[in-house]
Antibody
Framework: QVQLQESGPGLVKPSQTLSLTCAVS??????????WTWIRQSPGKGLEWIAY??????TYYNPSLKSRVTISFDTNYQFSLRLTSVTAADTAVYYC?????????????WGPGTAVTVSS | QSALTQPASVSGSPGQSITISCSGT?????????VSWYQQHPGQAPKLLIY???NRPSEISDRFSGSKSANTASLTISGLQAEDEADYFC??????????FGSGTKVTVL
């Protein structure tokens, strides 16, 4: 059973770069036709899709964030998100998730989320 | 891309059925059948309820069902239970291979 665990700094200063990692256990990134994804949720708000990377390495980004975001594989068991020039609007809980082709790209596995606050 | 439109809140009494709508465009909900629904309890990560418009993961109760007509998808919860009180989000793949979520609906069990 695949499990995901996010890691992040917790607190980031405005204008800095936010770096997050997602550790994959119980399976590997290359083990299936999956979409490895980052999603965030601002306090009291809805879900916002940030980006996904297909298991073969192709990447897709939310058009509203595309200029500031990079998603990548670090190893066969970890993928990452970089978000540059952060502002208070980037304060959110960040989730990594797996979109599986067996589930029509729906997200069947989620990490517990990591809270990120942007503040000086 | 704009968030899909959901009602902010829906309520019902135990045992009743409620339906949550998710309105999009021909570029997302109406463009294909990659529509999914998620349940989120406070402080928890979302949980997949429905994928491919109407399919349920094996562990999800058949009280949850999905459908779609044109640019609007719907989630119906039958036999409403106290544990169904949560936030619900729809999601759709788009014709640009991006993804968009709905604005979210808070379900209250009266």
């Amino acid at each position: 059973q695949v499990q995901l665990q996010e890691s992040g700094p917790g607190l980031v200063k405005p204008s800095q770069t936010l770096s997050l990692t997602c550790a994959v256990s119980g399976g590997s990134i290359a083990s299936g036709a999956s979409y490895w994804t980052w999603i965030r949720q601002s306090p009291g708000k809805g879900l916002e899709w940030i980006a996904y990377i297909y298991y073969i390495g192709s990447t897709y980004y939310n058009p509203s964030l595309k200029s500031r975001v990079t998603i990548s594989f670090d190893t066969n068991y970890q993928f990452s998100l970089r978000l540059t020039s952060v502002t208070a609007a980037d304060t959110a809980v960040y989730y990594c998730a797996r979109g599986d082709s067996d589930f029509d790209v729906a997200f069947d596995v989620w990490g517990p989320g990591t809270a990120v606050t942007v503040s000086s | 891309q704009s968030a899909l439109t959901q009602p902010a809140s829906v309520s019902g009494s135990p045992g009743q059925s409620i339906t949550i709508s998710c309105s999009g465009t021909s570029s997302d909900v109406g463009g294909h059948n990659y529509v999914s629904w998620y349940q989120q309890h406070p402080g928890q990560a979302p949980k997949l309820l429905i994928y491919g418009v109407f399919n349920r993961p094996s562990e999800i109760s058949d009280r949850f069902s999905g459908s779609k007509s044109a640019n609007t998808a719907s989630l119906t919860i039958s036999g409403l239970q106290a544990e169904d009180e949560a936030d619900y989000f729809c999601s759709s793949f788009t014709t640009s291979s991006t993804l968009v979520f709905g604005s979210g609906t808070k379900v209250t069990v009266l």
